[in-house]
């Protein structure tokens, strides 16, 4: 079973809680890129939104779709949460930050966690895949970073919010991050 608390240098990852959701509202206001990049995120989002979002959190079954929120000094700040697919042998991940704790590495040390995690945890998951609106250059940064391999992208895939989004595709393969993991 994954593990429901992560520890990493600077981050606690924790299940979402009711009490979570003004914080989620707050991440959400932190950077207009949380509503453009983000599915989750509804348009012209309200507290019920993120209440909302933080029931859907709490009811997921941990075991095919666990979800963190991440915690840095004491303050709910982003979210990191996978699906598995497949008999648990592929897995999505997304994630996401407050906008004020950007660039500082943070949402990449909370998804190698979870990567490493979900590895560990699941002898036979051979790979982590996460969709990217192809306009969100942090978010391929963060990626490639952890040794995800852009795979290609689905030209107007989705049609979020009234508009067309290209979607970037990124992989890990087992063997990879393995190989990474003895670089280290
Ligand atoms: C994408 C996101 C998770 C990146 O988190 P982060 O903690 O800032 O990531 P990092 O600190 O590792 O920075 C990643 C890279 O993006 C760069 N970056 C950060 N903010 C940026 C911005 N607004 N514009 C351009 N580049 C930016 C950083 O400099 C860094 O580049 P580097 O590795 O070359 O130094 C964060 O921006 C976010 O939460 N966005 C909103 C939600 C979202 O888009 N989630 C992903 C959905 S697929």
Sequence with gaps: MFPDELETARLLLKPFEAGDAGAVLDYWQSDPAWERFNASVPANFQLADAEAFVATMCNRDRRSSPGWALVYQDSVVGVVSLVFEQ?????????????????QGLCAEAVSAVVDQAFAHFAALQKIRAHTDAKNVPSARVLAKLGF??????RQNQF????FVDEAIFGLIREDWVKQDRAR
């Design 87 to 103: 008999d648990n042998r592929i897995a999505v991940i997304g994630y996401g930050i407050h906008g004020d704790l950007r660039g």
């Design 149 to 154: 391999i852009h795979e290609g992208t689905l």
């Design 160 to 163: 979020v919010k009234g508009r």
